[in-house]
């Protein structure tokens, strides 16, 4: 009896503009270059200048904008609600051309992750986008999958980069393709952003656990002293494997690895020593493994036709692309994209046909095992033990969007 599978479609990633606020550090004040030897008589360069002004205990934008010789009120006017709340220690800075009887652009920085700018438009101000101040919550949440992964992440808050994120965390174990079950859960620690106004979004995962079917996986994001951040398992492992589940972050296997099938096209059994990825055309297709490309051209029935070279005698090919991203000779890293999906040489409706071979021999991709990269070094497996220790109750006890008891870090409200 077959398991029901989940398909996360293509408008997952069509939807991947919508992630939330974006906490950015405003635009540097372009400075023009002064003219220098001018022959002819150029036009007078305009000049800038900025006053600033920190805010004190009890100050109000009205009088403090008006101390500064700025319009108060057609910069209140554009400002709706913006200025209301400004705080010690919160600098205003006004940016004005000279010559000119208003400042072109106020800047409200409350610190360096949350800039209000209001903007003259020749008429009047408008605000900028406005990154809020949040406050950083940790909390457990579970997330059952029931129709998709995109109904379920979404209703607890997810955008659709967040969703990616999540099925990154586990695509060395899960192909989410084909191989997430219907009632698949997952449980997360993970940070809750709420801004001052109330609005919540949410930030980093933390933890996770993902329950799918008979199968647990288990992965503790980790921060090395190097600085770069990583997966790992209960044990301290890397999660990280040398290669992906997948050549395609969202497709489904139309056609599995067999040793004889009927050929549509040539009538007759053959055998299938690759698997077929179906997934439109275009859809970008990625190395598995960092590699070596050995050949990247017309291939007869394979069309256009990719094939790296990896460690260890593994080869991996990719055929029917669309268009070829490398040429032969290229080293690859794994995650790259190499080409696209197409329908090119003996096929019939666009799909990756995926092979991989070991020592020569042609192997089933979607059961062959991968190499685990290596470990934390001793004095870092300390910290990861203890920081594990800490949040792994908090996972196991995770209930649809329960809130941990308030362990708010790097608050930038506190003021
Ligand atoms: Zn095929």
Same mark, same amino acid.
């Given at each position: ?25 405003? *635009? ?25 002004? =920190? ?18 009120? =057609? ?25 000119? =009887? ?116 288990? *992965? ?196």
């Amino acid at each position: 009896m077959s398991t029901p599978r989940i398909v996360v479609t293509l408008a997952v990633l069509a939807l991947g503009g919508l992630a939330g606020v974006v906490f950015a550090a405003p *635009a540097p004040l372009e400075q023009p270059a002064a003219a220098t030897r001018a022959a002819a008589p150029a036009p007078p360069t305009p000049r800038y200048r900025t006053t600033s002004h =920190e805010v004190a205990a009890g100050d109000n934008a009205g009088p403090l904008l008006r101390s500064m010789d700025a319009p108060a009120a =057609e910069l209140l006017a554009g400002a709706g609600s913006a200025l209301n709340n400004i705080f010690p220690g919160d600098q205003v800075h006004l940016d004005w051309r000279d010559g000119d =009887e208003r400042p072109f652009r106020l800047r409200l920085v409350h610190d360096a992750a949350t800039t209000t700018e209001l903007v003259w438009t020749g008429v009047k101000y408008t605000a900028r986008k406005i990154p809020v101040p949040y406050r950083v919550q940790e909390q457990a949440a579970a997330i059952t999958v029931t129709s998709s992964l995109w109904s379920a992440a979404t209703a607890v808050g997810f955008s659709a980069g967040q969703i990616i994120e999540l099925a990154k965390i586990f695509e060395y174990d899960v192909d989410f393709n084909t191989e997430l079950v219907q009632g698949a859960r997952f449980r997360l620690v993970l940070d809750r952003l709420t801004a001052d106004d109330g609005a919540e979004r949410v930030g980093d995962i933390r933890a996770a656990i993902l329950d799918n079917g008979k199968k647990q996986y288990v *992965a503790i994001r980790h921060r090395t002293p190097d600085g770069t951040v990583g997966w790992y398992g209960k044990d301290g492992t890397s999660r990280r494997k040398s290669f992906l589940r997948s050549p395609i972050e969202f497709s489904r296997v139309s056609s599995g690895f067999s040793t004889g099938r009927y050929h549509p096209i040539l009538h007759r059994m053959r055998a299938h020593r690759g698997v077929d990825l179906a997934a439109p055309t275009g859809t970008p297709i990625r190395a598995v493994a960092n590699g070596v490309v050995t050949k990247a051209g017309w291939a007869g029935g394979h069309g256009n036709h990719v094939e790296l070279r990896h460690d260890n005698g593994t080869v991996t090919g990719y055929s029917h692309l669309s268009s070829i991203a490398v040429k032969r000779g290229a080293h690859v890293s794994q995650g790259q994209t190499i080409g696209k999906v197409g329908s090119t040489g003996q096929s019939t409706g666009p799909h990756l046909h995926y092979e991989y071979l070991v020592n020569g021999v042609h192997k089933d991709p979607m059961k062959a095992i991968v190499p685990v990269l290596k470990p934390l070094d001793e004095s870092d497996r300390v910290d990861f033990l203890a920081a594990r220790d800490r949040v792994l109750p908090l996972l196991e006890a995770a209930t649809e969007l329960a809130v941990t008891e308030g362990v708010a870090e790097n608050s930038t409200a506190e003021r």
